[in-house]
């Protein structure tokens, strides 16, 4: 099984700053078609997790774009450009490579 | 707009079953996979199934294989999980999800609270 890891595991951060959160996996997400499938979502509190990026850098639609996803291989990065209030909540890591796997988390807040 | 309602939740002894049900709309449902994922404060998100358009493929976490049947009804519009010989670690929210396979899973319900115990 693939195993995914975030880190932190919290992050507080004041708004209009940067942040960045970590996800390594286990073994490599490159896809026998070339591709690599790495997912982030943010789970705000009492919602159900929502789609942020896919294929490691894509944004979902309507996803503003100082949301960025990078990496490749083995180690993939989420970067907030400029947080807001509404960037509150946890984000999940998830690969797509083999079955589905998510990382254990990143919760993220205002200072 | 896409909208996923699960139902089915509830109370249920170690070693007993539960039939969770999804109801599916805003999109064509027989055009795409669906999924199960689970929420657990302890181990947080986990992906439990997910099942072809067709449903002529399925796949399982480890965990719940020959104990979780999931199956869908296109003409319902309709996704189930038949879950069986229930151990207190499947307390859980159980979300339906439509499951853009490559694409991710990209659109989630709000979500169903089993809980496994005597």
């Known amino acids: 099984d693939i195993v995914m890891t975030q880190t932190p595991l919290s992050l507080s951060v004041t708004p209009g700053q940067p942040a960045s959160i970590s996800c390594k996996s286990s073994q490599s997400l490159l896809h026998s078609d070339g591709k690599t499938y790495l997912y982030w979502y943010l789970q705000k509190s009492g919602q159900s997790p929502q789609l942020l990026i896919y294929d490691v850098s894509s944004r979902f639609s309507g996803v503003p774009d100082r949301f960025s996803g990078s990496g490749s291989g083995t180690d993939f990065t989420l970067k907030i450009s400029r947080v807001e209030a509404e960037d509150v909540g946890v984000y999940y890591c998830?690969?797509?490579?083999?079955?589905?796997?998510f990382g254990q988390g990143t919760k993220v807040e205002i200072k | 707009e896409v909208q996923l309602v699960e139902s089915g939740g509830g109370l249920v002894q170690p070693g007993g079953s539960l039939r969770l049900s999804c109801a599916a709309s805003?999109?064509?449902?027989?055009?795409?996979?669906v999924t199960w994922v689970r929420q657990t404060p302890g181990k947080g998100l986990e992906w439990v199934a997910n099942i072809k358009q067709d449903g002529s493929d399925k796949y399982y976490v480890d965990s719940v294989k020959g104990r979780f049947t999931i199956s869908r009804d296109n003409a319902k519009n309709s996704l189930y999980l038949q879950m069986n010989s229930l151990r207190p670690e499947d307390t859980a929210v159980y979300y339906c999800?439509?499951?853009?396979?490559?694409?991710?899973?990209?659109?989630w319900g709000q979500g169903t609270l089993v809980t496994v115990s005597s």
């Open positions: 998830m690969q797509g490579t083999h079955f589905r796997t």
């Open positions: 999800a439509r499951d853009a396979f490559h694409n991710g899973i990209d659109y």
């Open positions: 805003g999109f064509t449902f027989s055009s795409n996979w």
